[in-house]
């Protein structure tokens, strides 16, 4: 059918005047006349000591799939926003105690929620501190945060942490080759091309994107037709 399905990950795409490189872990390279960049956003981690090696070992990772596994036990959920609001929210459904930490002076979380987050007595808001560390023996133990304005580190005794801090462009890869606005997304025009001819970038890698599923499939159908135009142009010109 002429579609060839390839898994890896990228690892660099190299711009030439005709046609583009994309290299893969392991070193597998393919070329292309255009590319499609739609590799989206994922989840910011906390940074912090701990958080890998309790992965999957109390570092939750979603609370409607995992809080019944805390039913009865304290959780603490990093992010004050929409996401971390629901999220403290589900989990005091079964945990004892849901400590909800925010770095920054008040929630962003939209009004209703937070009216929600505030009357719900199972949880306890603690803001202007970062986490600093997740604590365990061979499990989840506790969070160590610390208080943005004076540095005072306290203890928080948890068997779980989920992280809502926020979403990150996976656009590393192209960075030489297209602009990037202030929060790292690619800018592209209305047909989807960035500033390299060749390479377009659609869904919710691109700038301005709204994060919903209709506006990635026209991205995407937007870039499709950009690049059929840019293949067909090559072609008539050889």
């Given at each position: ?21 994309v ?8 070329t292309s ?10 989840e ?14 109390g570092m939750?990772h979603?609370?409607a ?12 959920v990093?992010g ?21 930490v925010e ?10 929620l937070?009216?929600r ?14 986490p ?14 610390i208080?943005?304005?004076?540095g005072e ?22 960075e ?8 790292g ?10 500033r390299t001819p060749g390479i ?7 700038s ?5 599923v209709r ?14 135009a ?8 050889r």
């Open positions: 059918n002429g579609v060839v399905l390839l898994e890896g990950d990228v690892e660099e795409i190299e711009a030439y005047s005709s046609c583009h490189a290299t893969l872990t392991g070193g597998k390279t393919m006349s255009a590319i499609i960049v739609a590799s989206g956003l994922a910011k981690t906390l940074g912090v000591p701990g958080e890998a090696e309790y992965r999957d070992k939750i979603c609370a799939c995992d809080a019944s596994l805390y039913s009865g036990q304290p959780v603490a990093c004050g926003g929409t996401a971390g609001a629901i999220e403290a929210l589900h989990l005091a459904r079964f945990a004892s105690r849901v400590y909800l770095r920054a002076d008040a929630l962003s979380a939209p009004p209703k937070r009216e987050l505030l009357s719900e007595p199972r949880i306890e808001v603690h803001l202007g501190q970062r600093l560390e997740v604590l365990g023996n061979g499990c989840v133990r506790a969070l160590k945060v208080e943005v304005a004076n580190i306290r203890t928080l005794d948890v068997s779980g942490v989920l992280a809502r801090v926020g979403f990150e462009p996976q656009c590393a890869y192209i030489s080759l297209a602009d990037l606005d202030p929060d997304r690619v800018v592209v025009d209305k047909g989807m091309r960035t377009f970038a659609a869904g919710d890698i691109r301005g994107a709204p994060r919903r506006d990635a499939i026209a991205d995407a159908q937007a870039a499709a037709v950009s690049a059929f840019l293949l067909g142009a090559s072609s008539s010109d």
